[in-house]
């Protein structure tokens, strides 16, 4: 965020890694509560915010304000659409958007329903009597009122109407996604996996991923506020894997700590700002800094990154 220019026709923004400009992806991840089918994964642009606005308002000038009350707008602007319900969770506001995602559904599951149904009436008559029968259910189930929160906007009231959305939706944004590291898992994923063998026997035995005894010496010197071992420490792990690997990518040494110190001793023990000041401090003590052992993605904080993460409520480690 903090590399995006104030241009409101710029998607570009400038790749921490390799300091080339780039378009960043939004991965959204839809779960059905108590389903057991994998979720759906679709990425879209991450914009801009002053390419959002001016985007958004592109849109209510040629189809007016009422069209982001109206479930089509979900697949007639995914870009715009997912790229709102981000943003409105990341400046913490409430909106009905996320429930027009699930009434989109509902009217998508419900229009199939009905084909289905003409398609079974032309096959037989009993056919058309179950039709009747599942068509006159979808429409007492539509004319139920369901209760909503007591001050809830007119269209929460309107999309409560269909009995499926009276569950609660929920957003939450996430501060990484597991399923993007080709360079193999980061450290606070490793924490968290029970393996049946001993450390001894990780140790001696996968070269490609962090010890969980190395863990431990991190987490352990994150206690003392001492962050300039664990910066030296993970660059040489990481030349070790890379040698074993054969890959290049490797994490930022910056996150890979920080998350593991969120996920192994909890995000609400952690003071993201003391931290920083902390890593930035070791990072300078470092004779090494400036030669291959350390990429730039390994740098401290930036400014303006600091400046967007005051701003934006934070993100969710899972």
């Known amino acids: 965020m903090s590399n995006w220019s104030a241009e409101d026709s ?19 991840s839809v779960n059905q509560h108590g389903a057991t089918s994998p979720s759906e994964s679709f990425s879209v642009p991450y ?21 982001l009350a ?36 509902v009217d998508n599951q419900s229009a199939a329903n009905k084909a289905q149904d003409n398609n079974a009436e032309d096959n037989s008559v009993s056919a058309s009597d179950s039709g009747k029968e599942s068509e006159d ?13 007591e001050g809830a906007d007119p269209l929460t009231q309107e999309l409560a109407t269909v009995e499926h959305l009276s569950a609660q939706v929920s957003v939450q944004c996430i501060w ?11 450290m606070y994923i490793l924490w968290q996996r029970r393996d049946a063998s001993s450390s001894l026997v990780s140790a001696l035995t996968d070269q490609t991923t962090i010890g969980r005894p190395v863990m431990q010496s991190i987490l352990g010197s994150v206690h003392c506020n001492d962050l300039l071992e664990p910066l030296k420490r993970l660059a040489m792990e990481r030349q070790k894997i890379q040698k074993v690997r ?29 931290f920083d000041k ?22 401290p904080l930036s400014l303006g990154s600091s400046y967007c993460r005051q701003y ?4 969710s480690l899972v």
């Open 10 to 28: 710029n998607l570009n923004t400038l790749c921490q890694a390799c300091n080339k400009l780039t378009v960043p992806l939004l991965t959204i």
């Open 47 to 67: 914009l801009n915010p002053l390419v959002l606005r001016k985007e958004l308002e592109n849109i209510l000038t040629q189809e007016g304000d009422l069209s």
């Open 70 to 105: 109206e479930a089509k707008f979900v697949e007639e602007h995914p870009i715009i659409y997912w790229n709102l319900v981000w943003t409105f969770e990341r400046i913490n506001v409430q909106s009905h958007l996320p429930n027009l995602c699930l009434k989109n559904r």
């Open 137 to 149: 259910n979808t429409e007492d189930c539509a004319n139920c009122m369901q209760p909503v929160k």
């Open 176 to 186: 990484d996604n597991p399923r993007l590291h080709g360079e193999g898992p980061p």
């Open 246 to 274: 054969g890959i290049d990518r490797t994490h930022s040494i910056y996150r890979d700590i920080l998350f593991l110190a969120c996920k192994a001793l909890g995000r609400s023990n952690i003071d993201l700002n003391a």
């Open 278 to 299: 902390e890593y930035a401090l070791a990072f300078s003590r470092l004779p090494e800094r400036n030669s291959k052992m350390y990429r730039a993605q390994d740098r």
């Open 312 to 315: 934006f409520k934070p993100l």
